[in-house]
């Protein structure tokens, strides 16, 4: 609902946050989250944005078993590649680390090739929202697509979490999860 009445021309980037404890489902939650994005065709791009890189391959795994033939899932081998991919029309659905997003940028990109990308309506879906808080990377991510809309997903919020994502989206705590027995 964010993404269908969000104004993608106001400068407002912040989509919200979603706190799920540990082992709730965070993962699976995420991919039907950027999959009923994609499927609406209220933006261009989804980008899984992962803090490590390592995650990638296993996120990649995940995604692809959910979804099974119902949408492609694009990986990313560099920035030059996440790069063209965002470009691309075919291209919904991609799972990059914080490290490759950040290295597509003014210093990096033809500026035809990055007005083309601006130019997108690009949802990103932050794992592990709590750690990408910190350093540069997502601040260049926010500056080069300044029309972008985030979305966090941690089992750990912090103060930063608020300024960097807006408000709470949906809460599961440890207490919950513990009353439903998980």
């Keep these: 609902d964010r993404v269908d ?10 989509g919200g946050y979603i706190w799920h404890t ?5 993962t699976i939650t995420s991919f ?8 609406s065709h209220n933006a261009d791009k989804v980008v899984f944005l992962l803090d490590r ?3 990638g391959t296993q996120s990649l795994e995940n995604y692809e078993s959910y979804g099974g033939d119902t949408i492609a899932v694009e990986d990313t081998s560099s920035a030059a590649n996440l790069a063209t991919l965002l470009k691309d029309k075919r291209s919904t659905l991609i799972v990059t680390s914080l490290h490759k997003m950040s290295r597509v940028n003014a210093e990096t990109t033809k500026k035809a090739d990055l007005d083309l990308i601006r130019s997108k309506r690009v949802v990103f879906i932050v794992d592990e929202a709590h750690r990408t ?3 540069d990377m997502l601040a ?3 500056h080069t697509l300044p029309n972008a809309l985030f979305f966090g997903f941690t089992g750990t919020p912090i103060d930063e979490t608020l300024a ?4 709470v989206v949906d809460k599961y705590t440890m207490k919950q999860a513990s009353d439903d027995g998980i």
């Design 32 to 39: 039907k989250t950027a999959q009923l994005i994609a499927d």
């Design 133 to 135: 808080t910190f350093g």
């Design 53 to 55: 890189v390592e995650l």
């Design 5 to 14: 009445r969000h104004d993608w021309d106001s400068g407002d980037e912040l």
């Design 22 to 26: 540990t082992g709730s489902g965070k």
């Design 140 to 142: 260049s991510v926010k």
């Design 164 to 167: 960097v994502f807006g408000g």
